[in-house]
């Protein structure tokens, strides 16, 4: 059963419609993300559920009710900002307590839940430091540990790692994962980031201009896009016109065959991973190798096709040929897709 649904939700700020139409749902203890451009509606959406705003059509129901009018408070919802918004005058432990005080917890109660959420965030014996005695990624651990502590229903995350460097982001990008999945958390958060969306998150709800344009599995946005934005907004660059006409498309750079595809005008995907060095699969291509990168365990070689220029990926172990040198490769069929334009 889906703990949080979202149903229709429309949300304007005088002209501009900031939410329009938004309709996803959330399983208890998945992790969802929101993935989008800035402006494209995200922090609006988190304040609708969290209580801050109204929606002006549609709903958000938690357990099958609706939220309409409920207050902040009484949501059981906790919301992690980009900043941390720690408290500077209290150490660790005031600041992960704070918000079981508010709900007149015990002081035994409280120094075990805090103990508690310490070792679940890789911080035990923490308690006792000061905010600024802390590094970036500890800081953010502890932010975590303090919306954890309550025991939220709903954890709702704003750019978690935003405000981090790339070290600090990529180290911790695991880390988060396995803390929320340890302790069951139903979470929703917000990013423009492609790769934290796919490393952290069960289901992706991709949007644009207040719109979710496409929702699922990072698996199923990466390898099927359904729009020439999606695929362009996840890093997916080879996108060409193309015209079909009795199953072949037909592009600047080659013919692929496609016997599913509606005759017409299109925009054609070529996937970074569909060219075979040693020529096999359904169409070729043919130019010559422009830049070759290396990226650790692949290695990008882009390649000028006519005017066209189009970037590969290949296992960086493989026999790869040089800058200058003229390739003939084999384009395989499910690495040819069509998209929408919308």
Not at 170 to 194: K, N, P, Y
Not at 310 to 337: C, H, M, N, T
Request: charged share 20%; with cysteine.
């Amino acid at each position: 059963m889906s703990r949080l649904s979202i149903q229709n939700a429309t949300k304007t700020f005088g002209s501009t419609t900031a939410l329009d139409g938004i309709s996803f749902d959330v399983k208890a203890g998945q992790i969802a993300a929101v993935l989008g451009p800035s402006g494209c509606g995200k922090s609006t959406l988190l304040s609708v559920i969290a209580g801050l705003e109204s929606l002006d059509h549609g709903t958000i129901r938690w357990d099958g009710k609706d939220l309409a009018g409920a207050p902040i408070h009484q949501r059981g919802f906790g919301l992690m900002f980009q900043n941390y918004a720690l408290f500077p005058h209290m150490n660790i432990f005031e600041n992960i307590g704070f918000g079981l005080r508010m709900q007149k917890m015990s002081q035994d109660d409280i120094r075990r839940r805090v103990a508690e959420t310490l070792e679940l965030v890789g911080l035990p014996g923490f308690g006792g430091r000061q905010v600024d005695q802390l590094s970036g990624g500890e800081q953010q651990r502890v932010a975590l540990a303090r919306s954890l502590a309550p025991g939220p229903r709903l954890l709702m995350l704003d750019e978690p790692l935003g405000s981090l460097d790339r070290t600090l982001r990529e180290g911790l990008l695991d880390d988060l994962g396995s803390i929320l999945r340890q302790a069951g958390q139903t979470t929703l958060f917000v990013t423009h980031d492609q790769e934290e969306a796919f490393s952290l998150a069960d289901q992706v709800v991709v949007m644009r201009a207040g719109k979710a344009v496409q929702s699922g599995a990072p698996g199923e946005i990466y390898l099927r896009p359904n729009s020439v934005f999606v695929a362009e907004f996840v890093g997916l660059t080879n996108i060409l016109p193309g015209k079909v006409q009795a199953g072949i498309i037909h592009t600047a750079v080659g013919d692929f065959p496609l016997p599913d595809a509606s005759d017409g005008e299109v925009s054609v995907l070529l996937r970074p991973d569909a060219a075979r060095l040693d020529g096999t699969g359904g169409s070729r291509i043919s130019g010559q190798v422009e830049a070759v990168t290396f990226r650790g365990g692949y290695t990008r070689i882009t390649l000028l096709a006519g005017q066209t220029r189009l970037d590969f990926s290949f296992p960086s172990r493989a026999d790869l040929p040089e800058v200058g040198a003229k390739v003939d490769w084999g384009i395989v069929r499910d690495g040819v897709q069509v998209l929408e334009t919308v």
